[in-house]
Nanobody
Framework: QVQLAESGGDLVQSGGSLRLSCAVS????????MNWYRQAPGKERELVAT???????TYARSVKDRFTISRDNARNTMYLQMNSLKPDDTAVYYC??????????????WGQGTLVTVSS
């Protein structure tokens, strides 16, 4: 079974930086896209950043120029570098991966989330 595990969430001061990691375990699959989502208390889950199989990246307007999504295919790991953090960035951040198994089955997997808290 393919599993995702986020790490790196922490309490940080406004203006600080954090680097989130998402480790993917399993085998016999390829990535179609990997995404970071976040959900703040009382808010709907929103898409923060996406990286596609060809390396194309997209960002939500609220994080553009502050966050950077990247991946290391050899290690099956995705990262989200977050700079100039704001209190509005406070949320649980979730790793998401759209994958295709070698058998031809398309799957979407989610991690359990990691909490980022940005103080004023």
């Amino acid at each position: 079974q393919v599993q995702l595990a986020e790490s790196g969430g922490d309490l940080v001061q406004s203006g600080g930086s954090l680097r989130l990691s998402c480790a993917v375990s399993g085998s016999d699959f390829t990535f179609n896209a990997m995404n970071w989502y976040r959900q703040a208390p009382g808010k709907e889950r929103e898409l923060v950043a996406t990286i596609t199989s060809d390396g194309t990246t997209t960002y939500a307007r609220s994080v553009k120029d502050r966050f950077t999504i990247s991946r290391d295919n050899a290690r099956n790991t995705m990262y989200l570098q977050m700079n100039s953090l704001k209190p509005d960035d406070t949320a649980v951040y979730y790793c998401n991966a759209a994958i295709t198994m070698y058998a031809g089955v398309n799957l979407e997997e989610w991690g359990q989330g990691t909490l980022v808290t940005v103080s004023s």
